[in-house]
């Protein structure tokens, strides 16, 4: 067991370091929430002065433990946030990069790690979350092209995005999880019609997507027909097993400032409250530890997450929460203030135990695929 | 970074779990647990001296002594890993005052010398050992919660054995355990039928032991990064997550269990005894809470 970096990896860390710390000072305020094209090109210019910098192609051109290095000085430092980007850099991305052609790596790869392009994900839909394989959205064949018709729901930054990977039946007689393709959908197609929805935190986050008659090239499937659901566990691998992996240094300069807060406003002397983030501060210590577990067995097993994203997951959702529950408490009656940061991030954390799979579904995996428990009904 | 089991490591964990199957079976197991009688104060189970002189050839004490002084010469990573095997194979003994004790006490390191040691205000296995460290004046015998672990009260509070290294290894018994009645439970959950079918098929059960699952290998990356850091915050943190998934995996396990596990032959009351025995050595949640909490406050989250 190793948990030293190599010479290379020391060296790239300390440069990373040394130029954010170099252009964070000098980035404009981030736009409020509600402001959807001022995020989006907020979001899109980090990543493009990013790429301009040369660490763009950390996302699934490097190591696993470089593209860790590069997630927790960027949390660290306190660098923007995914954002927008959260698809197409952390699953869409190194779905295509792992099961896609040369070409459409090349056509899709470098507009995403260039900050031009947005990428959401349309995989649920209203009668089809937890219980994926039912969806419903129907593709038929005519000429080079599929016809999609069908809708979406809770498909995070519609709005904004240029692509959608897009999850279609397109054998309806076969089992369910055999008749799924996987398509990249350009979300200017006629036919596509994106209608907001307004989360608990009152932004519109996602988004209704409606799909009529809409033709998708067939070079545009990823994977073959009706392999798609085998593809979509290698998304959804990625989703779980590594997307979450900066966050958790993030929570961990939470915690800080948390303590920070506490010391200030007199709770810290209770030693009830006290104890309770000194026992949040094991949780994500522990939490990165495993972090750095699943991406060394990734890396062992040819870079895609195994069954360990489950775990991480699970854990991971449930201690986020408890920050923000803990934030709430250093806070006070400030806690209902919605112009304290924590309190829009205490009601998004709420999102955590649900989107990217619910814990009763992930513990349905983990009993499974882990712990071999025979399949429930 | 390559944070997995050297092959060195996978080696030395399947020796140690192959000798304890072979020296410590359930038969052995049964078998000290019914030599304690039920728990007579100043009673309680002997330690097997020829198994603690295997585990002395082995190399189970002198494991962290270099070379020079007759030992293995192996780290604190290597020591996490056989404690994992013992706390698993419900090990009895005072396994960690005589490991901690290898290299100071003269035949400790080799298995012939039985050392125990004042914790707090205990002292496991005292009747036992052939040296005591720390003071045990005035040591009363009480009647043992755990079969299998003898313990004496001192009058009064003393610190225990070697702060962080002794948490951690406490830790590690702990991981051991919790990964046992992981395994207990979804073995069972497997194999026992009602309504028709196997109970590991509902879901309430299921759940049950996925939880004891993420909670076991959260405390086992806690358990394995703090042995190769020796950072005494991290292993403030890995032993906080590996007592509760060894007490919470231990009670869970009881519970899918049923009236099974509230019987006297079943291993698991002797799981989550031996658990609850751990938590009370230093190092346990109070301590490792203010541990985390301060470093929090100094900046180092
Ligand atoms: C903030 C947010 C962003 C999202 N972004 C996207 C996105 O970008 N793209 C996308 O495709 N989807 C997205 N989702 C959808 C998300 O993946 C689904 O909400 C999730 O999979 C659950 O599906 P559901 O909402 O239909 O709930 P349901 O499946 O109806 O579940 C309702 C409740 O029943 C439980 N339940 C259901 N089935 C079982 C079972 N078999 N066993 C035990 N309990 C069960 C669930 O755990 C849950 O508690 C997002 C969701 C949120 C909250």
Redesign the interface.
Known sequence: ?????TPE?EEFRARLRAWLARVLPGLPPRPSPDDWPGRRAYDLGWQRRLHDAGYADVHWDASP?IR?IFLEETERAGAPYVGANFVGLLHAGPTIAAEGTPEQRERWLPPILRGEQVWCQGFSEPEAGSDLAALRTRARRDGDAYVVTGSKIWTSHAEVADWCELLVRTDPRAPKHRGITWLALPMDAPGVTVRPLRTLAGSAEFAEVFLDEVRVPVANRVGDENDGWRVTLVTLSFERGTAFAGEVVAC??V??EL?VEA?KNGR?DDPAL??????L???????W??T??N???A??SGGVPGT?GS?FK??YSHARQELYDAAADVLGADCLDLDRPWTLDRLSSLSYTIAAGTS?I???I???R???????? | ??????ED?WALRAGMRHLLERRFDREALWGAVEAGGSGRAGGGPRLDRGLWRALGEAGFFALRLPEADGGVGLGL?EAALVFEEAGRALLPGPLLATHLAAGAVPGAATGETVVAAVDGTLVEWLAEADVVRGDATGAVPLRSLDPLTPLHRVPARQPGPRGPVAALLTAAEQLGTAARV?ELA?QH??AREQFG??I????A???L???M??RT??????V??A???ADP??I???R??ADEAAVRGARDCLQVHGGMGFTWESEVHLQLKRAWVRTHRTGGV?E??????????A???
């Open positions: 067991m190793d948990l030293t970096y990896e433990t860790l961990r300069r915690l800080g303590a010391r810290w006290r104890r309770r983030l000194g026992r501060h094991a949780e994500f210590r522990a939490l530890r495993l750095q577990w991406v060394s067995a890396e062992a360990g775990v699970l854990r009763q992930q513990h349905t983990v009993a499974e882990i712990l071999g428990l025979p399949k429930g009904r | 970074m390559r944070f997995r089991l050297t490591q990573p992981c979804a959950a497997r079918r196997p590991g098929a509902f879901q059960v299921a759940h032991c996925a939880g699952l993420v290998e959260t405390a086992r990356a806690a394995y990064a042995a190769v850091t915050v991290d403030a943190a890995a906080l997550l109070t490792s809470e203010e541990i985390l909490a301060a470093a929090l406050a900046g180092g989250a």
